[in-house]
C-alpha cells in the first residue's frame, strides 16, 4: 500500500461505515490531528490480523468526521508467523 492509499469504499459496523486509509507512517497525521485539536474516536493501538500462516501486524486509530463517517488510519508494521499454539 502507498501513502494515503486507500484499502477499501467501506465496511459497515452497525449503523457506522468506516473507511480505511493507509500510510507509511501516521506519526506526522497523528501529530497534525493533535496540533489542531481534532479529537480521536479511536486512540492508536496496535493489532495483529490472521492470514493464513501469518499474522499482519498495524497500527492504527480512528476520527469520525462531521458527517458522523469514521476514517481508520493505518500503518503496516509487518507480518509474523503464528505460533505452534496459535494453529
Known amino acids: 500500500m502507498g501513502i494515503g492509499t486507500r484499502d477499501h469504499c467501506s465496511s459497515h459496523t452497525g449503523a457506522a461505515s468506516i473507511s480505511r486509509l493507509w500510510f507509511q507512517t501516521c506519526s506526522h497525521l497523528l501529530s497534525s490531528l493533535t496540533a489542531s485539536e481534532i479529537p480521536l474516536f ?29 476514517l481508520r488510519f493505518s500503518q503496516l508494521i509487518g507480518d509474523r508467523p503464528v505460533t505452534p499454539d496459535q494453529a
Open 42 to 70: 479511536r486512540d492508536p493501538e496496535t493489532a495483529w490480523y490472521r492470514i493464513g500462516t501469518v499474522e499482519r501486524g498495524v497500527i492504527e486509530f480512528l476520527v469520525q468526521d462531521q458527517d458522523g463517517y469514521l
